[in-house]
């Protein structure tokens, strides 16, 4: 993968110091080809995955062309649930952290519309928004195009998916012709290109073409955990583990400074390494690392590259990476001459999407395993320990000790089993007592007659009412944050619905439904009963 900078691509000081906050040091694959035609003002077509770098893709070009002096409404990026909506303005955020004067505003449908429209009428220069919430402005006039000069579709395939192209094409109908005109798809399907013809002008397609990748003799492990737990499980898996040599790969600078003192603290042997440290500080880390003198190494992609250590028993993903070919190049830090190595992913909430997005790139499983409980920590500890007690029994002569253990026993008043217990426990380092953590449970919804891994839900509204599967799909989506491609099938009847939903996602689907409307209409929805 060649390198660039993101000084090398012509971006203002401002944008760049926020970058710099951010932690990352280069830019990715589709960032480095489609933020240069953005610039120059031309029509993009971008082909990239979620995970990609995408969002700074569209979103520092089009803060470059933002008058801060102005409160008009100049950009709007559409976005196909509200949980990317707010994704996206929080990422625009970030990268205007030094343009003062930025007003981003996420609009979605389940949010206060009144509280919007006060925003809107306080000025903004860019909104976030579903299309659904958009169209509901423009018919309220409370949002006006007349200053519009960039407009983004994000995951647009996902947008068609869920029923949105009339909204989507009402939307660029009503914006000033002379604009730039910016679309993001995982896919190319004919719709997209349709639109591309019809609302775009000679638009540059930017594709990221990723390899077909298989990953052999590393075993590929995955733990979904709470952010604030990280830590404790990682230092967890490396007690069981206990690995010659790790590799932890954070995604920002910033993280691998904070969890190396962490380590550090804990009293692991660890070091960090990302593009800050000077050439002699890498060297200096470097070298410990492969004389065994550091036992982990804590690193960002970039500062990664070009370590070629045979002995790297494990690797841990901290944080995902951007993109999936990162990953490839991460987990193949191990297993290195003919050895088996370890791979370990970290992944918090919706993130297991993004894992599904990897697997399917690498050819490979990457197989669910339970967060190790403290009993597993002391158990292994345990084991290790006697396992040097029975070879020492085994190898060494031990008569001279044994007779000062035998004159401690007699002076004192205990057992040889209370002074082995208290050995034991001294060699072990204390005991643990931080809480345990347990992997999220779904809730138990019994069988709704669902496929394996789905959850079957009732909703009462169905064809009388004029309802599509299209409405029930974008309903579900667009309340709970879920892509709409996990949604499964979807089964009409004149007065009712059944649509299957992940059972993983299925008490969030049916908490964010609980206040939701459908064509206007209140609707109730609740787990299935089996056929």
């Known amino acids: ?66 008058d801060a002096k102005s409160k008009k409404l100049q950009a709007i990026v559409l976005c196909p649930t509200r949980e990317l909506a707010i994704q996206v303005a929080d990422e625009i955020r970030n990268l205007a952290k030094y343009m003062h004067g930025i007003k981003v505003l996420p609009i979605y449908g389940g949010q206060d519309i009144v509280k919007q429209i006060r925003s809107l009428k306080v000025g903004t220069q860019i909104i976030i928004g579903t299309p659904g919430r958009v169209m509901d402005h423009m018919r309220r006039k409370t949002v006006k195009f007349d200053h519009i000069h960039t407009v983004i579709l994000d995951e647009a395939d996902e947008m068609l998916n869920m029923g949105f192209r009339e909204d989507i094409e009402m939307i660029l109908s009503q914006v000033p012709e002379e604009r730039q005109t910016i679309m993001f798809s995982a896919t190319m399907p004919k719709p997209i290109l349709d639109i591309t013809r019809q609302y775009q002008k000679n638009a540059q397609m930017v594709k990221v073409v990723k390899k077909e990748l298989t990953v052999p003799k590393i075993e590929q492990y995955y733990y979904e955990v709470k952010p604030k737990n990280k830590e404790e499980v990682l230092c967890r898996l490396l007690d069981i583990y206990a690995p010659k040599l790790s590799l932890i790969f954070c995604n920002t600078k910033r993280q691998v400074d904070e969890l190396t003192l962490a380590l550090q603290n804990r009293g692991y042997f660890a070091e960090g390494l ?47 990476p951007q993109d999936d070919e990162y990953y490839v190049h991460r987990i193949g830090r191990t297993g290195r001459a003919g050895r088996t190595g370890r791979a370990f992913s970290f992944v918090i909430g919706r993130e297991v999407y993004k894992l599904r997005e990897i697997q399917n790139y690498c050819k490979t499983k990457i197989m669910l395993q339970p967060i190790p409980s403290l009993n597993d920590v002391t158990n292994t500890k345990v084991d290790k320990v006697m396992e040097k007690v029975k070879n020492m029994i085994l190898e060494e002569d031990l008569s001279a000790t044994m007779r000062l253990v035998e004159k401690r026993l007699n002076d004192e008043d205990f057992t040889a089993l209370d002074m082995a217990a208290a050995f034991l426990k001294m060699a072990m380092g204390g005991n643990d007592s931080q809480e345990d953590i347990e992997r999220p449970a779904y809730g ?88």
């Open 1 to 66: 993968m060649e390198t660039v900078k993101f000084e090398d691509l012509n971006i203002s000081g401002a944008i760049l110091k926020a970058i710099t906050d951010m932690g990352f040091e280069e830019a990715t694959p589709i960032q480095a080809k489609a933020i240069p035609i953005e610039l120059m003002g031309g029509d993009v077509v971008g082909q990239a995955q979620t995970g990609t770098g995408k969002t700074a893709a569209f979103g520092i070009p089009l803060l470059q062309k933002i």
């Open 274 to 320: 990302h593009g800050d440290l000077k050439q002699s500080q890498r060297d200096r880390v470097m070298n410990g690392f492969r004389n065994g003198k550091t036992d982990i190494l804590v690193a960002t992609d970039v500062a990664a590259r070009g370590i070629d250590v045979d002995d790297v028993e494990a690797v841990f993903n901290y944080d995902l």
């Open 444 to 531: 138990d919804f019994g069988d709704t007659g669902a496929e394996e891994g789905m959850v079957r839900l009732f909703v009462n509204i169905g064809k009388r009412q004029n309802v599509r599967p299209g409405d029930i799909l974008g309903a579900v989506a667009g309340e709970s944050g879920m892509p709409g491609k996990l949604v499964g099938s979807i089964d009409m009847y004149d007065k009712y619905t059944f649509v299957e939903v992940p059972r993983e996602y299925a008490k969030e689907v049916l908490k964010a439904m609980q206040n939701a409307k459908i064509k206007g209409k209140s609707i109730n929805i609740e787990p299935a009963n089996k056929k």
